[in-house]
Nanobody, 124 residues
Framework: VQLVESGGGLVQAGDSLRLSCAAS????????MGWFRQPPGKGREFVAA???????YYADAVKGRFIISGDNAKNTVDLQMEGLNPEDTAVYYC???????????????????WGRGTQVTVSS
């Protein structure tokens, strides 16, 4: 499975941005898709994930500001980000998990596939 992100960029505080990710091949059986991010000088942190059932999960830092949505038929996931602030500056990585069953959604070890990342920079 290959993941390709798009939609990053430079925005000002308070602006919105939408990230998109497509998994290929489209016939791949993806159970979870989501986003992690890595701020400058820090480790990777969970942002949001969506199960194939439509259940969504969010990190506390983005809850109420970010919305994740997935399309099972297309194997795509989007992240709509509102009210961005400089603390959201990071490289955002799309992730996917092709096995079902319970797992800790905010554990990066649970995702076998990662995109190359897209930079999001929020200026104050």
């Amino acid at each position: 499975v290959q993941l390709v992100e798009s939609g990053g960029g430079l925005v000002q505080a308070g602006d919105s941005l939408r990230l998109s990710c497509a998994a290929s091949p489209r016939t791949a059986r993806v159970h979870y898709m989501g986003w992690f991010r890595q701020p400058p000088g820090k480790g990777r942190e969970f942002v949001a994930a969506v199960w194939s059932t439509g259940t969504t999960y969010y990190a506390d830092a983005v809850k109420g500001r970010f919305i994740i949505s997935g399309d099972n038929a297309k194997n795509t996931v989007d992240l709509q980000m509102e009210g961005l602030n400089p603390e959201d500056t990071a490289v955002y990585y799309c992730v996917a998990r092709t096995t079902g069953g319970p797992h800790v959604v905010n554990d990066p070890r649970g995702y076998g596939y990662w995109g190359r990342g897209t930079q999001v920079t929020v200026s104050s």
